[in-house]
């Protein structure tokens, strides 16, 4: 049974999350004066809440140019909460941001009582000493933010347990752009850090507290000194009836040795088995409207698939870093509709809908239909 936050232990925790550590888990950064930028996603989904229609919060935090001093150096705390409603605090202190390089760990301190170095602290010391900031691991999942000029607020504490890192659940986990992925010969670098994973603890957003149990939990990454042009993405791990399927799906415009490729991957973890197809397995289509409407589909040498993805929602707009800093470049809701058929040679091994997948376009231009190159 998952163990309440009350009685985490990081050191446990850890060890028990080891063999689900996917690369790049850790801190990328090296030092280097040159422009950078990494951000953590975190998001948890609350499927029997608000009349079983359910509520998604999810956590973005980001760090650009760590070296300090910079045009854009600092750091930010972005959450979609409850009714795709949003919460964004900067953190323009780079020396109070902390991150560990070989496992997945961060943090970042807005306001902080006493002389502390920034670092991992146990959660009741954090609760005493820090009155604005946040820390994450691949297992626990803390912190608190308030925002004067509006007046929200959100504290969180919650215990993660991961199920599937990116591979199969028994396997070697996998890094999401492959093996070329430790050349930085992608910019920027994508890591599903945690395709499925149970969260126990509590979210107050705004007044409202949501005690959950169990909840899914998701995570993944990004980092580099280049920016994407144009993204589009779909995520679900709250299905109907399905409770061991997790999907992550995305395509973008990236740099590759200074020229830009577009390309897409699905990525589908059921019943302890990963169902990977990527450029170099896989023939993967798409077609993805302006908002309201994704599709793609994908076959390899076993399986083929098929996505569509829909809201009636209008979506909120979020920021992701650009060469001129944050701005409001994506559009995001976490209450979209989503259809997946998965076939094998034999037939249909799974069919599966949720109300609750997240689905979202970024980047520029997004004046018509983008089609993938091949169609």
Same mark, same amino acid.
């Given at each position: ?226 920016? $994407? ?6 995520? =679900?791990?709250?299905?109907?009836? %399905?409770? *061991? !399927?997790? @999907? &992550?799906?995305? /395509? ?68 992701? $870093? ?6 409001? =470049?994506?559009?995001?809701?976490? %209450?979209? *509709? !989503?259809? @997946? &058929?998965?076939? /094998? ?31």
């Amino acid at each position: 049974m998952t163990r309440s936050p009350q009685n985490h232990s990081l050191q446990a925790d850890l060890q028990q999350a080891a063999s689900l550590q996917t690369p790049h888990s850790g801190y990328h950064w090296a030092g280097s004066g040159r422009r950078f930028f990494e951000g953590w996603y975190y998001r948890v989904t609350l499927p029997d809440y608000e009349q079983k229609n359910g509520q998604t919060f999810a956590f973005m935090y980001s760090i650009e140019d760590p070296i300090g001093g910079q045009a854009y150096s600092g750091g930010a705390a972005q959450i979609l909460g409850a009714n795709d409603e949003y919460l964004c605090r900067t953190f323009p202190d780079v020396r109070q941001f902390w991150g560990w390089k070989n496992a997945l760990g961060l943090g970042h301190w807005r306001k902080s009582i006493g002389q502390r170095s920034p670092r991992y602290l146990e959660p009741e010391e954090f609760d005493r000493s820090i009155s604005e900031g946040y820390q994450a691991t691949a297992t626990w999942h803390q912190g608190k933010l308030a925002d004067p000029g509006t007046g929200q607020t959100a504290r969180w504490q919650y215990q993660i347990q991961p199920v599937y890192g990116w591979g199969d659940r028994a396997g070697v986990q996998h890094s999401t752009a492959g093996l070329l992925s430790q050349l930085q010969i992608f910019e920027p670098g994508w890591q599903i850090l945690m395709a499925h994973g149970l969260a126990t603890g509590w979210i107050e957003w705004n007044g409202q507290r949501y005690d959950f149990c169990d909840a899914p939990a998701y995570g993944e990454k990004n980092w580099g000194g280049a920016f $994407p042009q144009k993204w589009f993405w779909l995520n =679900c791990n709250a299905f109907v009836d %399905q409770p *061991d !399927l997790a @999907l &992550t799906a995305g /395509g973008g415009r990236r740099g590759v040795l200074g020229w830009m490729e577009s390309v897409a991957m699905i990525g589908i973890h059921y019943e302890g088995k990963f169902y990977e197809f990527v450029p170099w397995n896989a023939k993967v289509n798409w077609q993805i409207h302006p908002w309201g409407y994704w599709q793609m589909q994908a076959q390899n040498a076993d399986y083929t698939v098929e996505l569509v993805g829909t809201t009636h929602h209008p979506g909120t707009l979020l920021r992701a $870093p650009t060469p001129e800093g944050l701005a409001f =470049c994506c559009r995001d809701t976490m %209450q979209g *509709d !989503l259809t @997946l &058929t998965l076939r /094998g040679k034999q037939g249909v091994i799974l069919q599966a809908q949720s109300h609750l997948c997240g689905l979202e376009v970024g980047g520029s231009p997004w004046d018509e239909v983008w089609r993938s190159p091949s169609q």
